[in-house]
């Protein structure tokens, strides 16, 4: 069954870096777009950005104005955000997720423990 592992999230002072990771395993990782989605307490989660399967094609939610970026090591099953000039509305826990899912794969409603970030002074 398919297994995401969010990583990297943590507290930073506003205008700060943080970089995430998500391990993945159970499903052929280069073969599907991957997204990056964040829930804060008390609302629905919202879509951070999106690349396609060969790292060429990226999109990200308008709130990002360029200051995250989205990455992936295929050989590594590995997904990557790098963010920066990062503001307390950054705060929310982040997950990854791939973009379709399929049946064979596990629930539908499966999430990883997503990690928390946390910007403050």
């Known amino acids: 069954q398919v297994q995401l592992v969010e990583s990297g999230g943590g507290w930073v002072q506003p205008g700060g870096s943080l970089k995430l990771s998500c391990t993945t395993s159970?499903?052929?990782?280069?073969?599907?777009?991957m997204n990056w989605l964040r829930q804060e307490p008390g609302k629905e989660r919202e879509m951070v950005a999106s690349?396609?399967?060969?790292?060429?094609?990226?999109s990200y939610g308008s709130f990002v104005q360029g200051r995250f970026t989205i990455s992936r090591d295929n050989a590594q099953n590995t997904l990557y955000l790098e963010m920066t000039a990062m503001t307390p509305d950054d705060t929310a826990v982040y997950y990854c997720?791939?973009?379709?899912?399929?049946?064979?794969?596990?629930?539908?409603?499966?999430w990883g423990q997503g990690t928390q970030v946390t910007v403050s002074s």
């Open positions: 997720r791939p973009q379709s899912w399929f049946a064979e794969w596990g629930p539908t409603d499966y």
């Open positions: 159970g499903f052929a990782f280069s073969k599907y777009t």
């Open positions: 690349i396609d399967a060969e790292g060429l094609r990226r």
